[in-house]
């Protein structure tokens, strides 16, 4: 019985590679790397995966730190069968890397042995409870920064394996409901003998990686065409060395794609024209009713202009209604994302220091989110354009992951939100 | 005549149950004996690579007030309305500024309603 299957076990393993669904992890200083997996996917007719349980095979763009074992394993163990991981560091390896992924994935045997060999349910799911379902404590309320309503709170960690995220942030939120009440930034680093090969990456490619940026918001934003242009744009702007990926002849519906072909090599004409489009661009983002209002432009009306952090702070800290500092703050925030895109497509804008802008940023970040809902933080932290790459060790070691334990010692950085208290629920 | 019409469509009907069902068990049956693990993976809630440390239970508040308030505001009137409808002509004037006066009301209600964000989902 089982011999006769085999024929119909190949077609449907071949038919099911010919969509293989990747997940990309980005680890810091592996950019290059996934630029031209993502390219490579393009090509194939792969696609992106959003989560492992939506993925074939997991491909690990750069050269993970010890702190990154945990998460990649996890992330191998959640993937259901049949499923094949690579981990490529320079874009020359991306071609080899998933030959050998689709080979896998169609090796039939070795899935299945991969399949019999492995727990089908994890080891350290319990029965459980009502009052412990699977082993885990039911989440419990905390005085609400909303309304008083005390709803659950949620210790939800974002990044590192997160698309259209930062590569190695992980930023440990704390939600009431979707609004973040506290947060905490951590960098899973690269690994230290790989990390001054970013330095090589950084030097040409910053129109590049600022259309990259772009893209994220972008997609995150739901502009999944206008985020297509800005990639292809990426694509366009990456300096030669980090190009070796020879693009295929086949023909594709955009003329970027050409012009990524025919000028190579002509390389001030071909950044003349990437800026050019780049602008073009610009203006398509800004014109757009639609983006605008996803982004909620017109609503920021109720923030000065001029007096940012020093309002914030004050309507942060008066005791009225708290459910009006969060909505506050997410107007305020989108705002802020749909600044900071156009100024990612703005062709002449510069980034002297990425390192030390994106200290900033992240020091900034926690502070920045109280009372923000998770899909405008990460709007948020897409449209910051934060370089974990350009980060040096000691930025590093401010950011190292630190352990779950102390997550009480959080009350001290989001204490403001924590003090304010609504004693009366409605009613 | 008639009857061999009848026929026809019972046996259609017939056929389209036999095909559906051959095809529904057909497809179960290539799953069940080519996917790796027929089973399925029983897996973690996905949190960017980590593991979950509490259970969700009852994340979202339902907001008892508003949604009473909206409900009264709109289903009430409604069942007002209906007997309402058949008796205005009759009776003329009053029970148009009657109706109007329960109405503004309500309203009263749909706007507290509004105020408290019950209309504004985010």
Known sequence: MAVSLRPLQRVLARWAVRGTAVLLVEVPGGWAARAAVERALVERGWRAASSPADADAVVVCGTPGESWGEVLERTWEQMPGPRARASVSAPSEVPGALEGLAASLLDDDAQRADAASRDLVPADVENGDDMHPAGLDLAGGEDDLRDGLEMDVLRVPLGPVLPDWPAGLVLRTVLSGDVVVRARVEVLAGAAARRDSADDARRGDDVARRLDAAAQVLRLAGADDVAARAVHLRDAALPAGLRSLSPRSAPSPSGLRSLLTSSRGAGAEEAHEVRGEAARLRGRVERSRVLAWALREADVATSSPTSGAESDAAQASAPGDLRDVGLDARRRTRDDVRTLLLGLLDPDARDDDPGRRTRAALEALPERLVGVDVVTARLLVAALDLRTDALGDDDLAAFAPRDDEDEDGDEADGGDAHAHHHGHAHG | ?122
């Open chain 2, 1 to 122: 005549m008639t009857g061999a019409e009848a026929t026809s469509g019972w046996a259609g009907l017939l056929a389209v149950l036999v095909l559906g069902g051959v095809g529904v068990t057909g497809a179960f049956a290539v799953h069940r004996l080519t996917a790796v693990a027929p089973r399925g993976l029983t897996a973690w809630p996905w949190l960017s690579g980590w593991h979950p440390s509490e259970h969700a239970l009852s994340r979202y508040h339902a907001r008892w007030y508003p949604v009473t308030v909206v409900f009264l505001a709109f289903d009430v009137e409604m069942l007002f309305m209906y007997p309402w409808v058949l008796v205005v002509a009759d009776v003329g004037l009053s029970a148009v500024v009657e109706m109007f006066v329960f109405l503004g009301v309500l309203l009263l209600g749909v706007l507290w309603a509004h105020r408290e964000g019950a209309f504004s989902w985010q």
